[in-house]
């Protein structure tokens, strides 16, 4: 074997040697040396998409979070029901930063927490009567509602609640959309079955339902893209700078109206293929609409992405790439000149989910760090297939890592910086280590785009090269 | 190099064009639609309309019960939580909470998926517990469950018996526990049965020989300075005590350099020799009510639930309770303590007499604002309590109709902060006292708002200041009148009434 993976495959030893014997062997498949040649075989395959062991502290949500907090809750224009008890809804409210234009509370409830508050006699006697009260209290009280999504959690489907037949009902009478999901945290092993979930009910209820006039050959869908900070936004800038229609968001600032239409596209383009690939391929099965990764982190993948869009349409959009290409070289060129100098030779570590693990790799080269580590949360074979190019041979790959694992490794690894989520940060605050939360790009951002990489460049400069890390006194 | 985040950038005109051609496919209501909802969700119409629902729950001020006892349990020395359940309530808690104390939050799960719902979750506990205890060798192991393992009807007590049969680990590991389903109470009542849980546990060996102690129980306190701040009350009376579930170095912990999973709490020598103290005095009523009947009835131990020690009168009471129970004098220094908070309010009652406020937030932070509020001579209007129940309701009615500045308040219990919005547009007030998620009635209603209460998540620190004691009353006045006196230079910005002096 060579050096590097060996190395790298001593220290997950080390770190693994403090599990009892059936978690260590089950862990020990999960965390993996990076081999981009494939010469290490079945040795360095990391196994994922598993039930997390119980106890060990995984950093994983569930699918309720898959649903409400990633698919469904930027749908601004619905009203996303949490059903069940009020915790739920609680601690999703408001906080993924999936920004959109309205008015809160009159047209769009995405900083909103709706939520039927289960109590024991709901546990008892099923909660379905109540479900239908509180939809025609919604069309009552937000008449501007587009539609409901009814967002399970846990009991509704352990207590064997028919909500698809009150959803069904509801829609006769109150003329809008009601859209039973089916999401109950405890459904599969992470927020991933969330996420899928909730795009088969978007299939199944939303999907085709409106179709556009107007249709252009230059017609696209943005999906899998959340507009953390404004993220959409700013692809979609790019996106109608080459000369694309961009018809529908999907689900950052979506609206209802969007993903119904979404079938009249051209192109499906897919930031984040892990949570939204299911939807990709269901509109390339129903409707032969082909689809198309992309990343639009950084520079060196945003000229790449673009270039590749365009390979899809005619010579007028190819050229617009260049030139849009032309037009921004200079000014990320000027990013790099300016942060560079502050961040070259950095070493950053990430745990994060869906598309980033991998995705933000090559802002972080164009600044000349080198991604060490990285593992996601809910990723599958898919992901991490898509992974190891992107790593050096013997960086550290793991999946669904546990708190005690993340800790050790970074004391291994020494990392300049890591990148995961508020579970994470303030641990790594008191270590000492700088940190940027890569979920919610830490109330900054927008990260993608033109327009997001000088801040994600600002960002980890200014995490990384903060005095206030110096002025720690560690004990010795 | 100028770099522009969502906070310019988006406001460039290249972007609200954008935006302008988004809507196109938006399908979006009209902007005279729009504009006349907005206007009728402010009239008394829809305000009927809105306090007549009867199931809808919209913008609530409650989490649920797992959540209180992971704080409580938090509050121990060397405790890992453990949630029974499904894994992503844990992870929602853990968030919940670190995103208010800016500090780490350890806490494990059992992971339980749909087979377990089948099965029941003991295989998960068992191997749950094994896993956590090599890993993160607690001393404690505190129990929860969300309600999925409620739902199910998993029995901790012998889940937890059979892990020790079977080695999974050590007999002699602490293992309270406490059934916590979130479809009950709120996070208060899970912070009173995991409270209980502990003592339960902690005092299962019975009561040896009187320590002469005083046990406090903060209650569900997300304010690491009102610990600090009790301890250093007693500190300066000599009386020796022990804080139950004391979170003030496990929520505000130093930063060396090193990451400590239990940097600190209740010693759990400490919590055990609780049983053996002369009295428990807790500073929450509604966080502590089947821990006051544990402690009275099994115990045998005289129990003082004193008013959430707010302001100078609930700070006189909790002094006095203390010295009458200890036979200890309040010193001097206190006693200027005292007189430099009744100062701070002297000096600031023209900017805060008369003022009406609006509030939502826990029963005994209500109780004692309202307090507060009163001894400076502003008028508490609006009170909403979601979690709040009729004894509540009657013990804040009483407080006000005792008093001429309660005299146009009104309690409103199991409402929400939607129902709020809509009594402060038919009823407007001078101010607004909550929590980061009032946020957006201080926006609709253009309420100045000061914030305090839980969860505190945009801004900082505010949670390291003691709201309680002497020193807390200070923070009070400073909070809210500088929030009065910010609004009022905004408001007379381009008038004569711009003072450079108040």
Redesign the interface.
């Known amino acids: 074997m060579k050096t590097d993976i060996e190395r790298t495959q001593k220290i997950i030893d080390e770190v693994l040697e403090?599990?009892?014997e059936?978690?260590r062997k089950f862990r020990t498949q999960h965390i993996k040396p990076n081999d981009p040649s494939g010469e290490c075989g079945s040795m360095c395959a990391v196994k994922s998409n598993i039930?997390?062991?119980?106890?060990?502290?995984?950093?994983?949500?569930?699918?309720?979070?898959g649903s409400k907090g990633v698919v469904w809750g930027p749908v601004k224009?619905v009203i996303h029901i949490s059903h069940?008890?009020?915790?739920?809804g609680?601690?999703?409210?408001?906080?993924r930063r999936n920004?959109c234009?309205?008015?809160?509370?009159?047209?769009s409830f995405v900083?909103?927490?709706?939520?039927?508050?289960?109590?024991?006699r709901?546990?008892v006697y099923g909660g379905d009567k109540?479900l239908a009260?509180?939809c025609r209290?919604?069309k009552?009280?937000f008449?501007?509602a587009?539609g409901i999504s009814i967002q399970s959690?846990?009991?509704v489907?352990?207590?064997g609640d028919d909500i698809e037949a009150v959803a069904r009902n509801m829609t006769n009478e109150l003329g809008i959309p009601v859209i039973p999901v089916r999401c109950e945290?405890?459904?599969?092993?992470s927020?991933s079955l969330g996420h899928h979930i909730a795009n088969d009910s978007i299939r199944d209820h939303v999907l085709g339902k409106?179709t556009?006039e107007n249709k252009t050959s230059y017609d696209v869908n943005l999906i899998g893209d959340y507009n953390i900070?404004?993220d959409a936004?700013?692809s979609?800038?790019m996106l109608?700078e080459m000369g694309l229609r961009?018809?529908?968001?999907y689900s950052g600032?979506a609206?209802?109206?969007?993903i119904s239409?979404a079938p009249s596209a051209k192109l499906n383009l897919i930031h984040c293929y892990r949570s939204m690939n299911y939807i990709c391929r269901h509109m390339e099965e129903e409707y032969g609409i082909p689809w198309v990764e992309f990343n639009f982190f950084g520079p060196t993948k945003m000229y790449q992405s673009l270039r590749k869009v365009a390979s899809y349409f005619d010579d007028k959009i190819k050229e617009n790439a260049e030139k849009l290409i032309e037009k921004y070289t200079p000014i990320m060129n000027?990013?790099i000149e300016?942060y560079k100098p502050r961040l070259e030779g950095k070493t950053v570590m990430l745990y994060v989910g869906g598309l980033r693990p991998r995705h933000v790799i090559g802002a972080y080269e164009d600044l000349g760090m080198e991604v060490i580590a990285s593992g996601y949360e809910f990723g599958h074979k898919d992901d991490y297939s898509r992974t190891h190019a992107e790593m050096k041979e013997g960086a550290l790959i793991f999946d669904d890592v546990?708190?005690?694992e993340m800790?050790e490794f970074t004391k291994k690894l020494r990392p300049d910086l890591v990148g995961a989520?508020?579970?994470?940060?303030?641990?790594?605050?008191?270590?000492?280590v700088p940190f940027r939360q890569m979920h919610s790009w830490d109330y900054?951002?927008?990260y993608h785009g033109f327009?997001g990489f000088?801040?994600f460049?600002?960002d980890m400069d200014m995490t990384i090269n903060n005095p206030a890390w110096k002025l720690?006194?560690?004990?010795r | 190099m100028i770099v522009r985040d969502h906070n310019e950038l988006f406001k460039s005109p290249e972007y609200t064009e954008l935006f302008e051609k988004k809507k196109e496919f938006e399908s979006p209501c009209s902007s005279v639609d729009v504009a006349n909802v907005q206007e009728w969700t402010k009239t008394e119409e829809y305000k009927d309309k809105n306090f007549a629902r009867q199931v809808l729950v919209v913008n609530p001020a409650k989490a649920c019960q797992p959540l209180g006892a992971m704080l409580c349990a938090t509050g121990f020395e060397n405790t890992l939580n453990f949630v029974q359940g499904a894994q992503g309530c844990c992870a929602y808690f853990r968030s919940h909470l670190s995103r208010h104390f800016k500090e780490p939050v350890a806490a494990v799960s059992s992971s339980m998926t749909e087979d377990a719902a089948v099965f029941g979750g003991l295989n998960n506990m068992l191997e749950g517990l094994e896993n956590a205890y090599a890993l993160y060798k607690p001393d404690m192991m505190a129990v929860s469950t969300t309600c999925m393992a409620e739902v199910i009807g998993d029995d901790l007590n012998n889940f937890i018996k059979e892990a020790k049969i079977k080695n999974k680990i050590p007999e002699d590991l602490a293992t309270p526990f406490a059934h916590t389903p979130s479809f009950v109470g709120s996070h208060l009542t899970g912070y009173d049965n995991m409270m209980k849980g502990i003592l339960l546990y902690m005092g299962k060996d019975g009561y040896k020989s009187p320590s002469g102690k005083i046990n406090i129980i903060p209650g569900f306190e997300t304010y690491t300075g009102n610990i600090r701040e009790i301890k250093h009350l007693l500190n300066l009376m000599g009386v020796q005590h022990t804080v139950l579930a004391d979170t003030s170095d496990v929520m505000d912990a130093p930063n060396n350099g090193t990451y400590k999973m239990y940097p600190g709490g209740t010693p759990l020598k400490d919590a055990k020799d609780a049983i053996n103290a002369r009295a428990t005095v807790a500073l929450q009523k509604y966080s502590s009510i089947k821990t006051a009947e544990f402690i009275s009835e099994v115990w045998k131990q005289k129990f003082e639930a004193v008013p959430y020690p707010i302001g100078i009168k609930n700070t006189d009471a909790f002094l006095d309770t203390i010295s009458k129970l200890t036979g200890k004098p309040i010193p001097q220094e206190i006693e200027d303590e005292r007189g430099r908070a009744v100062d701070a309010m002297v000096d600031s009652h023209a900017y805060l007499h008369g003022k009406r406020v609006a509030m939502v937030g826990d029963p005994d932070l209500l109780l004692g604002l309202i307090s507060f509020l009163m001894e400076v001579g502003a008028e508490p209007v609006h009170i909403v309590c979601t979690n709040g129940d009729k004894f509540f309701n009657e013990e804040a009615s009483v407080l006000l109709s005792e008093n001429f500045f309660g005299r146009n308040a009104k309690v409103y219990i199991r409402k929400d902060m939607w129902h709020l919005r809509s009594l402060m547009f038919t009823e407007p007030v001078d101010l607004l006292i909550g929590n980061s998620y009032t946020k957006f009635l201080w926006k609709d209603t253009q309420t100045p708002l000061v914030r305090i209460g839980f969860p505190l998540f945009d801004r900082h620190h505010l949670h390291r200041y003691p709201i309680i004691g002497y020193n807390g009353v200070i923070n009070l006045v400073n909070w809210t009148v500088n929030t009065v006196l910010d609004e009022m230079d905004r408001k007379s910005m381009y008038s004569p009434s711009f003072d450079a002096i108040r």
């Not at chain 1, 720690?472 to 004990?475: A, G, L, M, S, V």
């Open positions: 403090v599990y009892p059936k978690t039930k997390s062991r119980p106890g060990v502290m995984t950093i994983r949500g569930c699918a309720y979070a224009d069940g008890p009020v915790g739920c609680q601690y999703s409210w408001w906080s920004y234009n309205g008015t809160t509370g009159i047209d900083a909103m927490h709706i939520t039927t508050d289960f109590q024991e709901d546990i109540r009260e509180i209290e919604i009552e009280l008449p501007l587009k959690e846990c009991p489907g352990l207590i945290g405890f459904r599969g092993i927020q409106k556009i900070g404004g936004w700013a979609r800038k109608e961009v018809i529908a968001q600032d609206s209802l109206n969007e239409i000027n990013v300016t546990t708190g005690y800790e989520g508020i579970k994470e940060k303030y641990a790594y605050h008191k270590m000492g900054s951002g927008p327009d000088p801040i460049a600002r720690i006194r560690r004990k």
